[in-house]
Each structure stands twice: as structure tokens, then as C-alpha cells.
């Protein structure tokens, strides 16, 4: 039996497991939509709301918290300035996750986990400024 067993262990390390939520937290945050597999999508799910009801105080000790957790400060920023007061009004369920089929290379179960209410132009607009940067400081 394995009652109170706690999370998903997925092959890593404390330290692994901590980083690599921590950067998908950060990667979701920014993009509002993610695809990975369904473990990893089901053990990110509690972490990323957590993190968007504590934005919803919004005090100096919620950012401190968060930009511990995350350290990412584009996403505390986006975190307490965008999506806390998008789900002001929503007591809890901000993420879905939705199955996505299986990866071709080892057939893992996929999915894409995503904010309800998303800003669908978030997702790649970090990486479309990138670009436009780039081409303006060659031309």
C-alpha cells in the first residue's frame, strides 16, 4: 500500500525535482501554456496555484515568498501584476491540464497544462521581442 507516500518522485533528486519545478513554474508563468508529461503536469498543477493565490495578497512579504521560490523576477512581476488581478474573483482552479496524446521517441503520456482564461498572444511573446530586438540592432 502507499498511503501518505507524498509526490511523484520522477527519477530525480530533492534538489533535481525543486529546479526543474521551479523552471517549469517560471516557464508557465511566462508562456501562460506549457506541454509536458502528464506526472510532471499533475505534480506542477498544486505548486503554480499556490504561487497565484499567494500573488493575490500582493504584499511585500507575498513577492519576497514568491521571488524565493521562483527566482525569476519577470514572473513575481507577471505573477502579481498580471494574473492576480485576472483571478481576483476565482477562489482556486486557475490551471487545467488537458491530455495531449503520447511522444513519439518513448510514447510518454503528454500534456498541456495551462492558466483558465489565458492570454492565448503570451505564449512565444517573450521570444518574438527577442527576435525583433535582434533585427533592429542589425539593421
Known sequence: MRHARGYRRLNRTHEHRKSLFKN????????????????????????????????????LHARRLLASRLHDEAAVQKLIDVLAPRYADRSGGYVRIMKAGFRYGDMAPMAIIEFVERDVDAKGAADRARLEAEDAAEA
Open 24 to 59: 517549469m513554474a517560471a516557464s508557465l508563468i511566462e508562456h501562460e501554456q506549457i506541454k509536458t508529461t502528464v506526472p510532471k503536469a499533475k505534480e506542477l498543477r498544486p505548486i503554480v496555484e499556490k504561487m497565484v493565490t499567494l500573488a493575490r495578497r500582493g504584499d
